[in-house]
Nanobody
Framework: QVQLVESGGGLVQAGGSLRLSCAAS????????MGWLRQTPGKEREFVAA????????YYTDSVKGRFTISRDNAKNTVYLQMNSLKPEDTAVYYC????????????????WGQGTQVTVSS
């Protein structure tokens, strides 16, 4: 069982930056692939970024490539999402998720989810 708690969301102007954090419980954090996904009202949850067991394997959806960076610190049981050059269309609730095995871009492939943190980008 893994418990995930996100933090770092908020209101920012377009062009600004935010850093999301996701703290995980348990001693096996390093064995989980981690992902960030987001959801807006009336839409399905969508994949944003994922990272494998180490920082060497990452994957991003096209709309955030070059702007967002996912990383993890296994010693702190934490995964991060650095978001730069934010756009109004990035506004969403952002969720951290964990999965045993390789990372996936399919939301239903994740086993554990955080409660979400709101990110609002004003124009």
């Amino acid at each position: 069982q893994v418990q995930l708690v996100e933090s770092g969301g908020g209101l920012v102007q377009a062009g600004g930056s935010l850093r999301l954090s996701c703290a995980a419980s348990g001693r096996t954090f390093s064995t989980y692939a981690m992902g960030w996904l987001r959801q807006t009202p009336g839409k399905e949850r969508e994949f944003v970024a994922a990272i494998g067991w180490s920082n060497s394997i990452t994957y991003y959806t096209d709309s955030v490539k070059g702007r967002f960076t996912i990383s993890r610190d296994n010693a702190k049981n934490t995964v991060y999402l650095q978001m730069n050059s934010l756009k109004p269309e990035d506004t969403a609730v952002y969720y951290c998720a964990a999965r045993r095995g390789p990372y996936t871009i399919v939301p239903s492939g994740y086993d554990y989810w955080g409660q979400g943190t709101q990110v609002t980008v004003s124009s």
